[in-house]
């Protein structure tokens, strides 16, 4: 690992990084930081997170599961993580799976091997994996689709990948497997039989399910947990001695405030602790840990399921920008939801996690439009709503107020630094900073890496 800079200074990408006609110049901020998303999701952390972790040691992260969906596009080629840290793509970065994660070990191993197919090898010298962290299981997936299928109008619109049931088990606890369950066979052997003769009872009962197999289980697991074995490590332990010895740590925040399952519009929300909140819990460091909280927003809104949505554009507008944005899920490919940005919404994100920067992301999938909107507060029953309510019912039924600004045209993706842009494109980002009450340090004007504006 690469020593620290003592003060605030200006580097250049490594080699492996570089890429021709481009000398990037990113900020290595004071401490260590944590990324988070402020609306529903798929704001492009995953390539902040990339941006930001050329001056990290370690990247770590600490909740949600292969339901979350990173994308980083580096020298045209493009990659897409679900559970490996984004920092898989710096050498010589540490990447941590935190406690708070519920790990698809499947999955998990399909990343690795795909990586390494592609000349990235991800071994146990940058990747570790709490012993604490949650396994999901069959049964955990055959749970969640099953619920999904037959709720009807009631549906979550969950990923179906078995992520709120491994949550569910991990607080119940006795039916809960975590990944030091895979370092001792015998007891897993024992654990696994009793599980899934118990689970079977119930979705049979309740979905009319077909049984599933305990041994199939419990080899196919057994097996996982053999080519894991050399990952496991104690990382809250890891964590607390990278942060004495002055290390360089990025927490990598999936899903987003507003998908919180404490904080966000619920019930249509994940089932973990995705705010910045969540990083302590999750990955088990101290909160004196984090002096950096980078929030990242879209220039619009979107989201994905069921939920209230008060600026949604069901129509033309919304059409334009998922297709200019190709607004589909990562790991699903569904269409997402689109519509005008909610300041309201991103304000309370911005609050509750004390957001100290913030990137806004895809600001040029707005360009060709007359004008644009900002939501800059509701009206409830007729009056004036001060402040966002993460209230499923309230945000049903309130009325947008929105403030319109001139629109921008043609491609702003060469634009490299802020004056570049088109003046009403810089009017729209001075205006977002003023309602969210913080500062847009990062301005990304397209997918690729070398897109990004810092100010």
Not at 282 to 285: A, L, Q, T
């Given at each position: 690992m690469t020593p620290l800079p003592t003060t605030l200074t200006f580097a250049r990408s490594s080699a492996f990084t570089h890429q021709k006609g481009f000398t990037p110049v990113t900020p290595t901020l004071q401490g260590n930081t944590c990324v988070v998303g402020l609306q529903w999701g798929d704001e492009g952390k995953g390539k902040i997170v990339d941006f930001l972790t050329e001056h990290a040691d370690v990247v770590v992260r600490y909740c949600g599961g292969a339901n979350a969906g990173h994308t980083v596009r580096i020298g045209g080629e493009k990659y897409a993580t679900h559970l490996l840290p984004v920092g898989v793509f710096r050498p010589g970065v540490m990447n941590i799976i935190g406690n708070g994660v519920v790990l698809d070990p499947e999955v998990l191993l399909k990343e690795i091997d795909e990586l390494a197919a592609r000349g990235l090898a991800v071994t146990p010298q940058n990747l570790r994996i709490s012993y604490k962290t949650h396994l999901v299981m069959p049964y955990h997936k055959q749970e969640d689709a099953a619920r999904e299928s037959s709720a009807e109008g009631g549906a979550i619109g969950t990923t179906r990948r078995g992520i709120g049931p491994t949550y569910a088990d991990k607080m119940q606890r006795a039916t809960a497997v975590r990944v030091a369950d895979l370092l001792h066979e015998e007891n897993l052997k024992q654990k696994i039989g009793r599980i899934v003769n118990e689970r079977n009872k119930v979705l049979q009962c309740l979905y009319d399910a077909p049984p599933l197999e305990w041994r199939q289980i419990f080899e196919t697991y057994r097996d996982f947990g053999r080519r894991l074995a050399p990952f496991v490590d104690d990382t809250g332990h890891l964590l607390i001695e990278y942060a004495r010895s002055g290390k360089r740590i990025v927490f990598e925040g999936a899903h987003a405030v507003l998908l919180d399952v404490d904080h966000g519009t619920y019930p249509y929300v994940t089932s973990s602790s995705c705010s910045a909140l969540g990083l302590y819990t999750?990955?088990?460091?101290p909160p004196q840990t984090v002096q950096n909280f980078y929030g990242i927003m879209k220039a619009y809104s979107t989201r994905v399921g069921g939920g209230p949505f008060p600026t949604e554009?069901?129509?033309?507008?919304?059409?334009?920008?998922?297709?200019?944005?190709n607004e589909?899920?990562?790991?699903?490919?569904?269409?997402?939801r689109c519509g005008w940005l909610d300041a309201m919404a991103v304000k309370y994100s911005v609050d509750l996690c004390g957001i100290t920067h913030v990137a806004l992301t895809l600001i040029d999938v707005l360009s060709g439009l007359d004008h644009v909107q900002i939501c800059t507060g509701y009206k409830h029953n007729g009056q004036r709503l001060d402040y966002f309510r993460a209230d499923m019912d309230v945000l049903a039924e309130v009325e947008p107020i929105y403030e319109t600004l001139p629109g921008w045209r043609g491609?702003?993706?060469?634009?490299?630094r802020f004056e570049d842009l088109p003046k009403e494109a810089q009017q729209y980002v001075k205006r977002v900073e003023v309602l969210i009450g913080a500062p847009?340090?990062?301005?990304?004007?397209?997918?690729?890496r070398t897109a990004t504006i810092m100010r």
């Open positions: 999750g990955s088990g460091v554009q069901d129509n033309d507008i919304g059409n334009y920008i998922r297709e200019r944005g589909y899920g990562t790991t699903t490919r569904r269409p997402r491609n702003i993706s060469a634009a490299r847009v340090k990062m301005v990304s004007v397209g997918p690729e």
